[in-house]
């Protein structure tokens, strides 16, 4: 007897997971959010990130020191691949015209008494000015500028007439008694493509479920006499069966999908992609199981398709900073932190960042798949919760209304 | 009452009050975002970043070098290994964000002029706090030396100026221009509000205009403004353009009078500036549901262009950095004319005439709706685009 159940309820399954299949092609809106937005946007912003690093910032040297220490300078200035001196001008004013006209987007000012002092052996101070439209700007300017100045320094210091006698070495020694010496890890190139493209992609998974899911059920909700989410006209005996088999029909595409965006988009552009699909699936099977539970949880909400794409896309941006990608999660205000919880988007885009970007083992972000996992039965018990209300209040309609005729 | 404009916004007006889906998307959610944005970072830079230290000489200048990096704003030690592996690991849990490794025979090395090399690392998975500890690390490191070279000189009776001047010859000084205190959420909530409401903007007109045509009402729709596709448009639209343009001048207030975020002009230019987005993003809406006169469709091709606005915008990787096809795509997008003109006018403080013509370029969007109003016209009247 059992056996046969097991059977039917398969058998039920995957009929609605082929149906729910249907549903999803039949309906081109949905095919852009699922396929458009999933294959195309990565492509997309893949191309637009393409540069690791902007280089060559232009800027224009205002040089009122005639001599060749300040040339000198400019020369390391320029040498940098950060900074390219785009114009020498004799001027703050002229300067702040380029700048005005956003033909520079920095300058550099070498003030007159420069070579003076330091044939005197005195401190002498070079400006900067940058701007502040773009963290690239400032970024590239400072190490630019900090690295031209560090390496006349030195050669400077080396020049320095060599009173005592000391070696080369010793001279080095005590100018530079402490070298630092810093290694970024991971994400080796510092570039901004590297560090944003992971969190999107992780996140486009998510909001494209959680926007499909909605559409096909605020259709559902529209299509249906009595506007309610599930025809209870169907024959399905348990709700399981239909969240499930939704939930299949959903996943399948979206492990094709996932794996396309973590693993293969990673790849042709260069990414960070240190994990490999074997241990990208124990982590990416929670993180959409979860979505999918979130996105049906939700769907309850939207009783037309509209909805959704109304009100739910605009949460895209918010919930990108929300999962502390770019502004770290302990400087977020405790509030936010705790409303993060909620989304999927914040456990998968940090686990998938230490996992593809860092290299950590599933073991290591451990936590987080549990946390997946347990947002993932959670919203899998509120939609059932949420789907019997349903079935219960339109078989009750039913009822009421069944044409009892007579005679 | 007579067919025209009038009839068209009196029916419109009607919709909106009617409908719960309006005002939430012009008012709860645009004042929700403000209150995220304005909220979620509550310092301008993260301070106190986490750090660790691995110390294999354990002398009294390790010591000393270690309460330094504790005593600091930026930094805090939180944990000293035993080893690189086990600080690796923590920064791989995300425990800290960064580490400075002192080798043995630290103290010995620097007293006997060896010119020992501290070897730190930082965590560039995420951008902002791993440049923030290496430029922080990096900066301690180097007062340290520069310290440690002060003493020896001051004990051998140089003085302090002398000293720092073979200390270091050059000092540079660096100054953003226009946001003083690099406070990165002045810098993002700048365009994400914006943004924002941009998208709300291009999704709520494409919504208004689709509407009519799945519910099979666009006829009569059009009959009401006398047969003329601009006055049924005007009509239609006029109302979501004075809501989220009194919605962007409450946000500029609130930015720039209340938190007295920079801003180097009078106010109204930021005013113009952000009616000017509202306007040609609803603009850009009626194009895009010109193109695709199917609601879902055209929603969710929306949505897509929406989203990207936000990469277009130059906020976080300028356009002139992207590769040549890509950077062509930029003059759709409305956003991109509105941040520049943010930045000349709040962050450099450039003269008024400069920008005229920006403010311009911005009005030329209004014209794309002119492309292919034909489509939409015959969409309207026949009401043949399928739902689906």
């Known amino acids: ?85 785009r114009y020498k001008v004799n001027s703050m004013a002229e300067a702040k015209t380029l700048y005005d006209e956003n033909k520079v987007k920095g300058i550099v000012y070498i003030p007159n008494s420069f070579n003076s002092d330091i044939a005197a052996g005195k401190q002498t101070t070079i400006f900067g000015y940058c701007n502040m439209s773009g963290m690239m700007y400032y970024k590239g300017f400072y190490s630019g500028v900090q690295f031209a100045c560090l390496d006349m320094n030195q050669q400077i210091k080396m020049n320095a007439p060599n009173i005592n006698s000391l070696s080369t070495k010793q001279i080095e020694a005590t100018t530079r008694p402490i070298i630092g010496v810093g290694h970024g890890l991971y994400n080796p190139t510092g570039g901004f493509p590297s560090f944003l493209m992971p969190a999107v992609l992780v996140l486009i998974l998510q909001q494209t479920l959680v926007l499909g899911i909605g559409m096909l059920a605020g259709t559902a909700r529209e299509e249906n006499a009595e506007h309610h989410l599930i025809p209870s006209l169907k024959r399905y005996h348990r709700i399981q069966r239909v969240v499930w088999g939704k939930a299949l029909a959903y996943l399948i595409l979206y ?14 552009f260069k990414l960070p992609h240190l994990v490999s699909l074997w241990e990208l699936l124990p982590f990416l099977l929670p993180y959409l199981l979860a979505s999918i539970f979130f996105g049906m949880a939700l769907s309850v909400f939207w009783w037309n398709r509209e909805m959704p794409l109304l009100i739910f896309l605009c949460t895209s941006v918010p919930l990108l900073f929300i999962s502390g990608f770019s502004w770290p ?5 405790p509030f936010w932190q705790m409303v993060g919880m909620f989304f999927p988007s914040t456990f998968g885009i940090n686990g998938f960042l230490q996992l593809n970007s860092q290299g950590a083992t599933l073991t290591q972000i451990g936590p987080k798949i549990v946390a997946l996992w347990i947002q993932a039965g959670f919203y899998f018990v509120f939609t059932w919760f949420a789907y019997n209300w349903q079935i219960q209040k339109s078989l009750k309609i039913n009822s009421n ?7 | 009452m007579t067919l025209g404009f009038r009839l068209v916004l009196k029916r419109e007006l009607k919709r909106m009050v009617s409908r719960p889906v309006y005002a939430l998307m012009m008012v709860l959610m645009p004042l929700g975002f403000l209150l995220f944005f304005t909220t979620l970072m509550p310092q301008g830079l993260p301070e106190r970043l986490s750090i660790g230290v691995v110390d294999h000489d354990q002398s009294s200048l390790s010591r000393k070098i270690i309460r330094q990096f504790d005593a600091t704003q930026q930094t805090r030690i939180v944990e000293q290994y035993p080893d690189f592996t086990k600080a690796r690991m923590d920064v791989q ?36 706090p791993g440049s ?104 239609k639209l006029l109302p979501y353009t004075i809501g989220f343009s009194i919605m962007g001048i409450f946000y500029n207030m ?107 370029i911005q009005l030329a969007y209004l014209f794309m709706p002119l492309l292919l109003h034909k489509r939409l016209k015959k969409a309207i009247i026949y009401m043949n685009t399928p739902i689906r």
């Not at chain 1, 056996?3 to 039917?8: A, D, L, M, S």
């Not at chain 2, 002029?113 to 902002?128: A, T, V």
């Not at chain 2, 490191?141 to 002398?162: M, N, P, W």
Request: aromatic content about 14%; overall charge neutral; charged content about 15%.
């Open chain 1, 1 to 85: 007897m059992k056996f046969t159940n097991i059977k039917q309820a398969i058998f039920d399954a995957v009929e609605i997971t082929v149906d729910e299949w249907r549903h999803v092609f039949k309906d081109s809106g949905v095919v852009l959010v699922f396929f458009a937005a999933c294959i195309i946007y990565p492509i997309l912003y893949g191309f637009i990130y393409y540069n690791e690093f902007y280089r060559d910032i232009p800027i224009a040297v205002v040089n009122q020191s005639p001599s060749s220490a300040s040339r000198t300078l400019v020369r390391k200035i320029d040498a940098t691949p950060e900074l390219k001196m």
């Open chain 1, 255 to 268: 492990l094709f999908l996932g794996v396309y965006d973590l693993v293969f988009i990673p790849h042709i």
């Open chain 1, 329 to 333: 999660t302990s400087h977020i205000h």
């Open chain 1, 401 to 407: 209304a069944a044409p009892r005729v007579r005679g």
């Open chain 2, 93 to 128: 849990k995300g425990h800290i964000h960064g580490f400075v490794e002192l080798p043995k025979d630290l103290m010995k090395d620097v007293t006997n002029g060896l010119q020992p090399n501290i070897h730190f690392y930082y965590d560039q998975s995420y951008l902002i």
């Open chain 2, 132 to 235: 923030l500890t290496l430029k922080n690390i990096s900066y301690m490191l180097s007062t340290i030396s520069g310290g440690a070279e002060l003493q020896v000189r001051q004990a051998k009776g140089q003085r302090t100026e002398d000293a720092m001047a073979q200390i270091l010859p050059i000092s540079p000084e660096i100054h953003p221009i226009g946001n003083p205190w690099i406070n990165y959420s002045v810098y993002l909530i700048q365009v994400l509000l914006p943004g924002l409401l941009q998208l709300m903007v291009l999704l709520v007109t494409v919504y208004t205009i689709g509407i009519e045509l799945k519910k099979k009402r666009s006829l009569k729709w059009y009959r009401s403004s006398g047969q003329n596709l601009f006055k049924a448009l005007i009509g």
């Open chain 2, 254 to 360: 609130v930015l720039f009078e209340w938190m007295h975020y920079p801003l180097n002009q009078p106010i109204h230019w930021m005013f113009l500036n952000t009616c000017l987005l509202i306007v040609s993003a609803q603009a850009m809406a009626i194009f895009l549901i010109e193109l695709f006169p199917t609601l879902p469709v055209a929603l969710s091709f929306t949505g897509l262009y929406g989203v990207l606005a936000f990469s277009y915008s130059g906020l976080s990787f300028p356009i002139d950095g992207m590769p040549l096809a890509m950077q062509g795509l930029s003059f759709l997008f409305p956003l991109r004319g509105y941040y520049y003109i943010y930045q000349s006018l709040a962050l450099n403080g450039l003269p008024v005439e400069s920008i005229l013509s920006d403010y311009a």
